[in-house]
């Protein structure tokens, strides 16, 4: 989106999307309004739905360093076999896949 004031529009619209669905709804949106849709702005939309998964899994926090996952819940980590989850994926729209499946299973 090259207009500044569309792509803060943009952003806005995705921070607000409170829901899977309406996550969803905002990718069909953007992709009635310009077409398909590049890598970052995908990555965008999956970055949306970590939050939300993150949220319903009773995350309040969740971030990488490298190719480990950490996740915490009421101030404390939540671990995977005595251990913070790793990612085997190095590209970050595979990552974010990864980490949003790690996030369905809890």
């Not at 309040?60 to 009421?74: F, Q, S, Y």
């Not at 980490?99 to 809890?106: D, R």
């Amino acid at each position: 989106i090259s207009e500044p004031r569309e792509r803060i529009a943009a952003h806005r619209e995705r921070a607000e999307a409170e829901s899977l669905t309406a996550i969803d709804q905002v990718k069909a949106r953007w992709r009635d309004r310009y077409g398909r849709l590049p890598a970052p702005a995908r990555n965008l939309l999956k970055l949306g739905a970590v939050r939300l998964r993150a949220a319903a899994a009773g995350s309040d926090w969740v971030a990488t360093e490298g190719n480990v996952l950490r996740l915490r819940r009421n101030g404390d980590f939540i671990m995977v076999g005595h251990r913070h989850p790793r990612l085997e994926e190095g590209d970050p729209s595979l990552k974010l896949r990864q980490i949003l499946t790690l996030l369905q299973q809890l």
